[in-house]
């Protein structure tokens, strides 16, 4: 889920208007002074949180006259880093860029069913929150990612859940023998 996650995101943002790509900025990086990025924002997934608070204390599931044991769903919570990488044009069609970027989740920052026609069939829906980083934490980020900084937003992307099934078939409880 966390692929179509982010790739229904960048879709939202091509469908705004802008040059959208997923990838690994700090790869990335590399490329742009040879001309080598095709697109001029790249969204790039830099942390991933659990979401204990959702967690569900069943562990089982009804099914017909049987039950299906399987754990917890798992509820996560998405960091994406969305970077202005213009090579034409300059820093000041990097700071449009952002601009756009954060002026698209302005205007939708709940994506669900009824306004996402191509949200995940599994995803019930997606919100971002913008967060704000401190210039220590911008170091930090810019310094794991191994380069140099450019026009950049972050945001945080809950209600991704990964919930896999298994077939491990059990029986359900009938009767119960009491030997005192």
């Known amino acids: 889920m966390i692929f179509q996650a982010v790739d229904i995101i960048r879709q939202e943002l091509i469908n705004d208007g802008l040059n959208a790509n997923m990838g690994n900025i700090s ?3 590399n490329d742009i002074n040879n001309n080598g990025v095709n ?11 659990e979401n204990r608070i ?28 969305f970077t202005s990488v213009r ?9 449009q860029d952002i601009q756009n970027v954060i002026g698209s989740f302005q205007k939708k920052h709940v994506f669900d069913h009824s306004n996402t026609p191509g949200l995940h069939a599994n995803i019930e829906k997606l919100v971002l929150d913008m967060v704000s980083l ?8 810019w310094s794991v990612l191994g380069g140099k900084y450019y026009p950049s937003v972050a945001y945080r992307m809950r209600m991704v859940t990964i919930d896999t099934i298994p ?10 023998i009491l030997n005192f």
């Open 27 to 29: 790869e990335i990086i």
């Open 39 to 49: 697109a001029d924002v790249i969204i790039s997934l830099i942390n991933i949180e």
């Open 54 to 81: 959702s967690t569900d204390p069943n562990n089982y599931i009804r099914k017909d006259a049987g039950i299906i044991m399987k754990n917890p769903a798992v509820h996560l919570y998405l960091t994406l880093l």
């Open 87 to 95: 090579v034409a044009g300059g820093y000041g069609l990097s700071l």
């Open 134 to 141: 401190n210039l220590q934490q911008l170091h930090e980020i």
């Open 167 to 176: 077939e491990n078939e059990g029986t359900l409880v009938k009767e119960v």
